[in-house]
């Protein structure tokens, strides 16, 4: 298995912020089922901010004291990719949440951890929409040092893209299509199906994160479809989020009778309790998806990861 979208800051281990609460007074005392409530998400919350504020990133910063301890969190983001057995592993990380040392300790973890544990790993520099100009112009020029550095595998745009759209970023996004650098961007989930075209047409991107709106439109399916786009499809956390009404309507069989190719992918497994086996099973018991057609998924996602 291929896992193409998976968020750092959604993989951090609720019983790591349980043995290390006493460094926060925010956690120091609460139990396990309440860090666990606090980071995990069992039914829908009432927006996409509010899946956000769920990730780990808060939790983790709370309990972050030295170099170590991001070390391990990302070893054990690895380590469960691993026991699930993944292949591969595109783990995508903002760089805002980590201090330029802590960044650089993510890059360790993550070598030692490809080798520990027998995966392949690449890091994605993630952008977020509702950082700063100048704070995002700063990671892509640092982001492409390190993409030249072989350290990170490409970029990803995240956020609500209803809120600070496409077209504010495409100039900032210029060096890295010029460059080659591979990106995927969060479009379709918090806007409408114009959010899917204008990520491909302004900013250029190889693949999109989540992606579900693209069904609305015939125009958005056969760009996507033209322009040989990967759509990353989560069901779970687009479930949570409300970016489908119900389990039932995600468009992964529209997608794939369109020849959209796509990819089965968990976005973020700590907050929504699965895995990409998981994820795969649920698609298979809701859309009826037989074998050949999972074959060629799986088929997709080699083709298209950033993975070299």
Not at 100 to 126: H, Q, W
Not at 248 to 260: R, T, W
Request: hydrophobic share 40%; with cysteine.
């Amino acid at each position: 298995m291929i896992e193409l979208h998976r968020h750092l800051e959604g993989s951090i281990r609720p019983n790591t912020i349980f043995e290390l609460r006493e460094r926060s007074p925010l956690l120091a005392n609460r139990s396990f089922e309440q860090i666990q409530d606090m980071m995990q998400i069992t039914g829908r919350v009432d927006s996409l901010a509010s899946f956000i504020m769920r990730l780990g990133t808060k939790m983790m910063r709370e309990v972050i004291k030295t170099d170590d301890d991001v070390y391990r969190f990302v070893l054990e983001a690895i380590e469960d990719g691993a026991a699930e057995g993944l292949e591969m592993l595109e783990l995508r990380f903002c760089p805002g949440v980590f201090s330029p040392t802590e960044r650089e300790v993510i890059f360790k973890a993550m070598n030692e951890a490809s080798r520990n544990f027998d995966i392949k790993v690449g890091l994605i520099y993630c952008l977020r929409r509702d950082d700063k100009r100048d704070v995002n112009f700063q990671y892509i020029a640092e982001g492409i040092r390190l993409f030249e550095a072989e350290k990170v595998i490409g970029f990803d745009l995240a956020g609500n893209e209803k809120v600070r759209p496409n077209e504010e970023f495409a100039d900032l996004l210029v060096p890295v299509d010029d460059i080659g650098i591979p990106l995927t961007v969060h479009a379709g989930e918090a806007d409408g199906p114009h959010s899917v075209i204008s990520a491909i047409k302004l900013l250029k991107a190889d693949r999109i994160g989540h992606g579900t709106s693209s069904a609305l439109s015939a125009d958005a399916m056969k760009f996507l479809r033209e322009e040989n786009v990967l759509v990353e499809c989560c069901l779970t956390s687009n479930y949570q989020t409300r970016a489908i009404a119900e389990m039932d309507q995600h468009p992964i069989k529209k997608f794939l009778e369109n020849g959209v190719p796509v990819a089965i992918c968990t976005d973020d497994p700590i907050t929504c309790s699965t895995t990409v086996k998981s994820e795969i099973e649920k698609f298979e018991g809701f859309y009826g998806l037989n074998k050949s057609e999972l074959e060629q998924i799986s088929a997709y996602a080699r083709e298209f990861t950033f993975i070299q």
